[in-house]
C-alpha cells in the first residue's frame, strides 16, 4: 500500500512542481495535508527545499514495491487476525499463555 508520504515525493519527483497550492491542485489535497506530509519527508531525510523553495531529493524512497512482499505481509496479517481471536476465546492462562507466545513471533516478522 501506497503512503501519503510517497504519493507527495512522486508528486515532486515526476510533476516537477514544489509550490504547496500546484500540489493540492494535482492531488487534490488541502494545504494542511500537503504541509503535514512535506514537513514529514524533510525530517526522515527524503528532501529538503533550496533557496527558491524547489525540492531537492536527499535520498530515494521506495518505488517499486516487490508483490511478494505484500502477499508476504497480508499473510501474516491474517494469521495474526486468527492467533488474535483465539486469544480472546482461550479461558485458561496458560492456553492464552502459548497463543500470546505465537502472536508474538507473528509480531517479530511483520
Excluded at 12 to 24: A, C, H, P, T, V
Excluded at 32 to 38: E, G, N, S, T, Y
Aim: overall charge neutral; cysteine-free; glycine content about 6%.
Amino acid at each position: 500500500m501506497i503512503t501519503d508520504q510517497e504519493v507527495l515525493y512522486n508528486a515532486y519527483r515526476d510533476s516537477g512542481l514544489y509550490k504547496n497550492e500546484d500540489l493540492q491542485n494535482l492531488l487534490g489535497w488541502d494545504n494542511d495535508k500537503v504541509r503535514q506530509m512535506k514537513s514529514r519527508l524533510k525530517r526522515k531525510g527524503f528532501i529538503d527545499t533550496d533557496y527558491d523553495g524547489r525540492i531537492v531529493f536527499l535520498k530515494k524512497m521506495r518505488e517499486n514495491i516487490d508483490p511478494r512482499e505484500d502477499f508476504k505481509g497480508d499473510i501474516y496479517r491474517e494469521m495474526l487476525e486468527v492467533y488474535m481471536e483465539d486469544f480472546r476465546t482461550q479461558s485458561t492462562f496458560k492456553d492464552r499463555l502459548q497463543v500470546g507466545q505465537e502472536i508474538r513471533m507473528i509480531l517479530k516478522s511483520v
